[in-house]
């Protein structure tokens, strides 16, 4: 979804269904028709509508624009994002930069080994974790950072995480880091 700050609340929360269930229930006077929706959902949207809010003194938007466009995606919708990562707009002098990163194929080649790790654990055996790790996550539920279904998430980004570095112990890092790609909210500059 582009622009995803730009679409009827009833839309985005009709989302909350198939995030949850997998499936999107259609009921009429004549019945319930179930509709199987597993999908991976991809959404963008700029902070403000005029897209400048990050930039302090630039955004173009009055107080009401900007709280009317960030109300239109709810928490409870949020919580159902695995990921959520602020971006910032690229540094000129990066995108001039001819430098060649890592390749494509060595990235495919750290996911498949991860995908291997998943798969070979038994299916419904917890990962171990560090305690440390798991003293965080109960901290982060306790003070109202996570929900019960935001615990759940950030303990599989963390897992992933693990499973990425080849490391089978998910450490008090993993979780950090599965925290940080899980900021709620892009802040906007007024
Ligand atoms: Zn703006």
Known sequence: MEEMGEFPVTSLEALRQPLEEGVIRVSRAGGTVTFPARFLLVAAMNPCPCGEGVYPGSCRCSDA??????????????????LVVPLSRPDPAALLDVTPGGSTAAS?????AA????????????????????????????????????????????????????????????????????????????
């Open 65 to 82: 624009e900007r709280a009317r466009y960030t109300r239109r995606l709810s928490a409870p919708l949020l919580d159902r994002f695995d």
């Open 115 to 190: 995908r291997q790790m998943a798969a070979a654990r038994p299916a419904g055996r917890e990962a171990p974790m560090h305690p440390d790790a798991a003293r965080l996550l109960a901290l982060k539920l306790r003070d109202g950072a996570l929900t019960a279904r935001g615990l759940h998430k950030v303990s599989r980004v963390a897992r992933t995480v693990a499973d990425l570095m080849g490391v089978e112990r998910v450490s008090e890092e993993h979780v950090s880091d599965a925290l940080c790609l899980r900021t709620a909210r892009a802040t906007v500059a007024p």
């Open 108 to 112: 495919a080649a750290r996911v498949a």
